[in-house]
C-alpha cells in the first residue's frame, strides 16, 4: 500500500500532462467532485518494473568519496537521481536509479476533492457578452479591463495557439503560438464592445503600429490582438483598426482574428495587480478608478 495524502496539501495536477503515473491519472477521470475510490495499479500502469540497466557498477576510481549506503547520487547532465544500493569491497560502488517504486503494485485511496477546467467557457451567461483582447503583459491588460464599469468577471490566459493547455512556461518560450490574453465578460446595458476597445487601445498605445511588442515586452506571446466573438465584434474590431492606422499613418499590426480556444492561465496569474503583483502591493479594481497601473506590481 502506498500513501502520500495523510498529513498534506491534496495533490493537484493535469489530467494528460505526464505528471502522475498512468493508472493514477485514468483512476480520476472517472470521478465526480466528492466522489473516491480505491484502485490498485501494477507496475505497467505505475513506475513499471526495474530495468536492469539502470543498475550502474561505478568504479572505485570514479566513485565519489565519502559514500554511504542509501546515499543518493546526481547522474549525468540531467542530474537523474540513483540511490547508492551496495558498496563493494574493491572500493566501486552499485547505484540504481530505477525509480524507488518501480516493481511494486501501489494501492490509491482517491477522493476528487476540487476539479478545474482548462479551458474558459467559449460563451457568456445568458445576457452578458464576451470579449477577448491580447495587448502584453496580461497583468496590466486584466485590471485596465477590471476598473471598467459593466465588465462583470476578466481571467487572464492563453490564446490563438496550436498547443493544448500550455504552461506560463511553455507560452514564455514562444513555441506554442499563443499570445498572452484577457477573457472579459460584461453587462452590453452597461457598456458596450466599443468601450472595450477603447480601454484596449490606450493599453496598446504607440505599440499598435510594432509587431511582438508592448511596452518592454518583447516577442509573439506579446503580440497585440482583438479575438471577436461574433460578426459585429469583428466589423467594429476592423473598423478601429483602420481609424487608428489613418490617424497613426503607419501600418497596424495588430490581429484582429476569430477567438480561438482560451486556455486558463496558473492561478497564481489571475487578478494578479489587485492581489499585490510582485512586491506585495494590490492595486485598485474598483470600477472607474484612474490609478496608474504599475505593470508588475
Not at 71 to 87: H, S, W
Not at 139 to 155: D, H, I, K, Y
Request: aromatic content about 8%; proline content about 7%.
Amino acid at each position: 500500500v502506498f500513501d502520500s495524502s495523510k498529513g498534506r496539501a491534496p495533490l493537484s495536477f493535469k489530467l494528460g500532462q505526464g505528471q502522475v503515473v498512468p493508472g493514477f491519472d485514468a483512476a480520476v477521470r472517472g470521478l465526480t467532485v466528492g466522489s473516491s475510490t480505491t484502485v490498485v495499479l501494477p507496475p505497467a500502469d505505475a513506475y513499471g518494473e526495474p530495468n536492469e540497466q539502470l543498475i550502474i557498477t561505478v568504479p572505485s576510481a570514479s566513485a565519489p568519496s565519502g559514500l554511504k549506503l542509501g546515499d543518493t547520487v546526481q547522474l549525468g547532465n540531467r542530474r537523474i537521481p540513483a540511490k547508492v544500493v551496495k558498496l563493494m569491497e574493491d572500493g566501486s560502488v552499485i547505484i540504481d536509479a530505477n525509480p524507488p517504486l518501480a516493481g511494486k503494485t501501489l494501492t490509491f485511496d482517491i477522493e476528487l476533492v476540487g476539479f478545474k477546467e482548462l479551458l474558459a467557457p467559449s460563451e457568456p451567461p445568458a445576457g452578458m457578452a464576451i470579449a477577448t483582447f491580447a495587448a502584453g503583459c496580461f497583468w496590466g491588460v486584466e485590471l485596465a479591463f477590471q476598473r471598467v464599469p459593466g465588465v462583470l468577471s476578466t481571467c487572464v490566459g492563453y490564446a490563438q495557439g496550436e498547443k493544448d493547455s500550455p504552461s506560463y512556461e511553455e507560452v514564455c518560450s514562444a513555441t506554442t503560438g499563443h499570445t498572452e490574453a484577457v477573457r472579459v465578460i460584461y453587462d452590453p446595458s452597461t457598456t458596450s464592445f466599443e468601450a472595450l476597445l477603447d480601454t484596449f487601445w490606450e493599453r496598446v498605445g504607440r505599440n499598435a503600429t510594432t509587431l511582438n511588442q508592448v511596452g518592454n515586452d518583447k516577442g509573439p506571446q506579446y503580440r497585440s490582438g482583438i479575438y471577436f466573438h461574433s460578426e459585429e465584434q469583428q466589423k467594429f474590431a476592423e473598423a478601429s483598426v483602420k481609424a487608428l492606422q489613418d490617424k497613426l499613418g503607419e501600418t497596424v499590426v495588430t490581429e484582429v482574428e476569430p477567438a480561438a480556444p482560451f486556455w486558463l492561465a496558473e492561478d497564481y496569474h489571475q487578478q494578479y495587480l489587485e492581489k499585490g503583483g510582485r512586491g506585495g502591493n494590490p492595486q485598485s479594481a474598483e470600477k472607474g478608478c484612474t490609478d496608474t497601473i504599475r505593470c508588475y506590481g
